[in-house]
Nanobody, 117 residues
Framework: QVQLVESGGGLVQPGGSLRLSCAASGSIFSFFILGWYRQVPGRERELVASITYNGITNYADSVQGRFAVSRDNAKNTVSLQMSALEPEDTAVYYC???????????WGQGTQVTVSS
């Protein structure tokens, strides 16, 4: 019943910025943590950033200070502002929704971010 749709990916030069957005629909409740993961072929999907309903955030060490996650509960959207992008940030970025206390994960279709000169 939960659907997530990402947008905003693309090609950017090192040091540039991108803003990813994710629109959530369906049965989204306050106990859902919303966030972003990324995956490179051959590697594990990794957490980039997450945010609770009341604004508590969590970031991967590699992006802390460069990325900022935000959430609009009225619109059921979550965004990821990406700054000072590095080639190592190149990946497919996935929107994620997870009920607190449950193993269930809901995923978007993914959006490609490529950082290259």
């Amino acid at each position: 019943q939960v659907q997530l749709v990402e947008s905003g990916g693309g090609l950017v030069q090192p040091g540039g910025s991108l803003r990813l957005s994710c629109a959530a629909s369906g049965s989204i409740f306050s106990f859902f943590i919303l966030g972003w993961y990324r995956q490179v072929p051959g590697r594990e999907r990794e957490l980039v950033a997450s945010i609770t309903y009341n604004g508590i955030t969590n970031y991967a060490d590699s992006v802390q200070g460069r990325f900022a996650v935000s959430r609009d509960n009225a619109k059921n959207t979550v965004s990821l502002q990406m700054s000072a992008l590095e080639p190592e940030d190149t990946a497919v970025y996935y929107c994620n929704a997870r009920p607190i206390g449950l193993a269930t994960n809901y995923w978007g279709q993914g959006t490609q971010v490529t950082v290259s000169s």
